[in-house]
């Protein structure tokens, strides 16, 4: 399993926002595992924090823009490709603004500066979402067509067709991130002249130059229009070079536009938060076709978690551990001892039993007549399932006690009598430190979910006698 990674230390970049024309420094700081990209307003009082997900992007207009509760950042697309193209996993950025610099109009920059920060790797695991069946996504509107397949890797098709004559049908494939750094990220920004002009009237590039964008002509243009774009942005003269691009920039790819819109889509792909192994095939895309499709996949991921943690267990298969050897384990015994058998465990998660019976000693007391299983006993049979999980991480879990330590948001949805067999799953909601644990668990009857509650345990080491 690929591991998590984080920056080794800070790195900063300085420029201007494209849209703003305002100044901002943007900085990438380390983050422990499972942290993911989080954007932080340092020039702001108290420093509000936007967690980078598609939950919280509230424009797609000339850009992707993040917010929450009045705070935004934009034009991140760029920074977050540079992050999620080297696979690195967690990372704070501080920023001075509330535009991200568009530097050379490209991911490059970002990359740059990341590499020279190094990329560090943490202890906890990369968890994948595997796409398992095909997703599309068509707004006709727009003329946006993307599909989602299976794939062994995170792979990007685009093809870019907007009826010019110069620019043509372009394609651009990335096969897996690792192509990303010399093959993508430093594919620049383009626009059309006739957008730019009607942006430029509107003062809604008030950071533009013609060093951060490809240009493309695709009409007639006579030389006192191209006399104007040069007063314009203060260049001594502007020509239109073979193909209708202005001599503003060098083209670095033959296909640098369709490459930039593959990078736009990594960038905007990065706020589903997790990665995928999907290949990604999109047919003239853009930021609200990309975040659009992107929130779908989100939800898709959620609905099928949520199937997924529906019991679905064999529980006539062989136990992992029988109760013989969890009393070995665990510093209880009969009555007390209320896990039967573990079926499932991993360094992540635990899956455990108990058969409820009618002859249970606390049903003697517990609603004589009315058979319940107390709650509280649901929540310690869950608790040692639980220490089972801890105690895995260690290689002599004889030589430790379990001991808990909170227990948060328990609620009890369903009645747990005689005959039920009770199914907990506990999966990890953070990484194990110092013998410190946090989990969140389910209880099932069924498919029903009768229980839940996140639970902190810790182990100790005995001491020798």
């Keep these: 399993m690929a591991k998590q990674t984080t920056i080794n230390h800070p790195v900063s970049v300085s420029g201007v926002g494209l849209h703003t024309g305002k100044s901002a420094t943007i900085t990438f700081k380390p983050a422990p595992p499972d942290h993911g990209y989080v954007f932080c307003r340092v020039d702001l009082e108290g420093k509000p924090l936007i967690q980078a997900d598609i939950d919280n992007v509230v424009d797609t207009e000339r850009g992707t823009t993040i917010g929450k509760n009045g705070v935004k950042v934009s034009t991140i697309e760029h920074a977050l490709a540079a992050l999620s193209g080297l696979e690195i996993d967690n990372a704070q950025i501080d920023i001075n603004g509330d535009e991200v610099p568009i530097l050379d109009g490209s991911a490059l920059p970002f990359v740059e500066v990341l590499l020279k920060a190094g990329i560090q790797e943490q202890e906890a695991e990369r968890e994948y979402f595997e796409l398992k069946t095909t997703l599309p996504f068509e707004d006709t509107v727009k003329k946006v067509e993307m599909l989602a397949v299976p794939s062994e890797d995170f792979r990007v098709t685009v093809m870019v067709d907007y009826n010019s004559p110069v620019l043509g049908t372009q394609h651009a494939m990335m096969y897996k991130p690792a192509e990303f750094r010399n093959e993508i990220a430093s594919s620049r920004t383009f626009c059309f002249l ?24 695709d009409k007639v243009i006579s030389q006192e229009k191209l006399d104007e774009l040069a007063k314009l942005f203060n260049k001594p003269k502007v020509q239109v070079k073979e193909k209708g691009i202005l001599n503003n920039v060098q083209l670095r790819f033959q296909n640098e536009p369709a490459r930039h819109k593959l990078l736009d889509i990594v960038g905007d792909f990065a706020l589903i938060g997790i990665p995928l192994k999907a290949h990604i095939l999109a047919a003239r895309p853009g930021h609200a076709g990309n975040v659009a499709f992107a929130r779908q996949i989100k939800q898709f991921i959620k609905e099928e978690r949520k199937n997924k943690s529906k019991m679905k267990y064999d529980l006539t298969s062989p136990p992992v551990y029988d109760v013989t050897q969890i009393a070995k384990l665990l510093p209880h015994a009969h ?108 209880a099932y009857v069924g498919e029903k979910v009768v229980m839940e509650a996140e639970m902190m345990a810790q182990i100790v080491k005995k001491e020798k006698q």
């Excluded at 942006?199 to 950071?207: A, E, I, P, Q, Y």
């Excluded at 049903?363 to 310690?380: C, D, K, T």
């Excluded at 220490?387 to 909170?406: A, C, Q, R, S």
Aim: proline share 6%; glycine share 8%; aromatic share 10%.
């Design 335 to 442: 009555p007390f001892l209320l896990v039967d058998k573990i079926i499932e465990i991993s360094d992540r998660h635990v899956v455990g039993v108990k058969n409820v019976t009618v002859d249970e000693w606390f049903f003697q007391g517990h609603f004589p007549g009315n058979p319940i299983m107390p709650g509280v006993l649901q929540i310690e049979a869950m608790a040692q399932a639980g220490g089972i999980l801890v105690l895995n991480t260690v290689p002599d879990p004889e030589n430790y006690w379990t001991y808990f330590m909170k227990i948060e948001n328990a609620r009890f949805k369903q009645k747990v009598v005689p005959g039920d067999t009770l199914v907990f799953r506990l999966d990890l909601a953070s990484p194990i430190r110092r013998g410190i644990c946090h989990m969140k668990g389910v």
């Design 194 to 217: 006739h957008e730019l002009e009607y942006l430029v009237t509107h003062n809604l590039v008030k950071g533009g130059d013609l060093n951060n964008a490809i240009v493309v002509v």
